[in-house]
Nanobody, 120 residues
């Protein structure tokens, strides 16, 4: 199961780095994604990284978020800079079915998410 860590409370324009960890070596052959779910809204895919390193982002986070992976450590990261109040959400990671679209389906059941709160 995949679990996300690293969330917290930050002021606008601040930064956080999220980490996704899994048991077992699954990252090297899988595409991975970071999702978020704000209160009262549907969960959305905000960043993905392919098994070969291709990355894509939803427009609202382009230029501010960076997804990366370390297959040796079985981890995927989401560096979030210039955070805005609208980034407040619970963030999750998951394997995804495709890197062709930002509507890619998650493949596993949802693990532990991590809360990100951006407020002055």
């Amino acid at each position: 199961q995949l679990q996300a860590f690293g969330g917290g409370f930050v002021q606008p324009w601040g930064f956080l780095r999220l980490t996704c960890a899994a048991s077992g070596n699954i990252y090297g052959i899988n595409h991975m994604g970071w999702y978020r779910q704000a209160q009262g809204k549907q969960r959305e895919l905000v960043a993905l990284i392919g098994s070969a390193g291709t990355t894509k982002y939803v427009d609202s986070v382009k230029g501010r978020f960076t997804i990366s992976r370390n297959d040796v450590k079985n981890t995927v990261y989401l560096q979030m800079n210039s955070l805005k109040p609208e980034d407040k959400a619970v963030y999750y990671c998951n394997r995804i079915s495709s890197i062709l679209t930002m509507t890619s389906r998650p493949l596993d059941s949802w693990g532990q998410g991590t809360q990100v709160t951006v407020s002055s």
